[in-house]
């Protein structure tokens, strides 16, 4: 394995941290195009699969039987801050499928958003199951199962009959069949799959350009969940950070995921993209990703500017001044 390195952190102009790693990016038949390290490293999909995960729902066309709005369907993609917009969401979608949040495996936690956070405690309030970020995605997957007459106990489990129509689809996206993929067990009690990067940036590509996939109900599925993300990109995190800044270009279909894995697929070009920041950073990503949109060539400036924005080339400390700078040293 040869990582390269990504991006160098300067302070006082004396390189003090380097976020080495991974990036392909595959062209609309899923050929390597561009790379930086290893194009064909491994790495657990961690959240950036939820909308692959999301797609058997689609496929059995769950959303006709719960009557949820666009804005609860994006959740099932998210990786929320449990902002009150996503509270309310989530409170909805268990009623609509008459289920408690106490059926969620996803431990109690407090609200990833800090803003969130202060007023749940401000309000004496405690830890829930569906301020875990990954609760939409569970919520999903419980209302597979009572459209499809699953059992909803054991729903996380491998070999419950959901998750293998997860896995398959999964598979079908990377083009890979199910003994290829390397299965573990996610931090939300779900399953989790290791892919090559390539197969994830192809992964992607399909789901920005449906028109390669070949079987119809995933096609309409993969078309479905992609122009939700668009349509309602503050669904799918939180203020200030990446996913809502790219999936508000409708040329992109974009989700991040835990220890340093991001993925996103260009629909006008037709490439698709996937990178490991190796010791599991994600505050690079905004950096990267700006970075690897303009070597490509990217025509969408305003996408690339939101991200500079977000990226923090300077290094300011606690009073508030510019002691270093962040620095993208790879070359696709």
Same mark, same amino acid.
């Given at each position: ?13 004396? !390189? ?5 790693? $991974? ?31 999301? *797609? ?47 059926? !969620? ?26 301020? $875990? ?71 992607? *590509? ?25 349509? $309602? ?12 800044? @790219? ?23 037709? *490439?698709?993209?996937? !990178? ?16 690897? @949109? ?12 939101? *991200? ?25």
């Amino acid at each position: 394995m040869t990582e390269a390195r990504l991006v160098e952190e300067y302070r006082g102009g004396w !390189l003090e941290n380097v976020h080495a790693g $991974h990036i392909c990016v595959v062209d609309g038949r899923g050929a390597i195009l561009r790379s930086a390290g290893d194009p064909s490293f491994s790495a657990f999909m961690r959240s950036s699969a939820k909308p692959l995960q999301a *797609l058997p729902f689609f496929m059995h066309r769950v959303f006709e039987r719960f009557p949820f709005s666009e804005a609860e369907l994006a959740m099932l993609a998210a990786s929320h801050r449990a902002e009150p917009r996503h509270a309310a969401a989530l409170e909805s979608m268990l009623a609509k499928i008459g289920l408690t949040e106490e059926m !969620l495996v996803c431990h109690p936690t407090y609200p990833l958003g800090a803003a969130a956070c202060r007023d749940v405690v401000a309000a004496g309030g405690g830890k829930r199951r569906i301020y $875990h970020n990954c609760s939409g995605k569970h919520i999903g997957v419980l209302a597979l199962c009572l459209a499809r007459g699953y059992p909803t106990e054991g729903y996380w489990r491998h070999e419950h009959p959901a998750q293998a129509e997860i896995r398959r689809a999964i598979a079908g996206m990377a083009g890979l069949t199910e003994a290829e993929i390397v299965a573990g067990t996610d931090g939300c009690g779900l399953p989790v799959y290791a892919l090559p990067l390539d197969r994830i940036a192809y992964a992607f *590509l399909r789901l920005a350009n449906p028109d390669l996939i070949e079987d119809a109900a995933l096609r309409a599925a993969a078309a479905t969940i992609g122009g939700i993300m668009n349509r $309602h990109p503050d669904m799918l995190s939180g203020e200030g950070l990446i996913c809502p800044a @790219l999936n508000r270009d409708e040329n992109v279909v974009a989700k991040g995921g835990a220890k340093g894995v991001y993925a996103f697929g260009l629909r006008k070009e037709r *490439l698709g993209v996937a !990178l490991k920041v190796l010791d599991g950073s994600e505050e690079e990503w905004p950096l990267i990703v700006a970075t690897i @949109l303009a070597q490509l060539g990217y025509e969408g400036t305003e996408t690339i500017g939101r *991200l500079r924005e977000l990226a923090a080339t300077d290094i300011v400390n606690d009073n508030g001044l510019v002691v270093g700078e962040n620095r993208a040293v790879f070359r696709l």
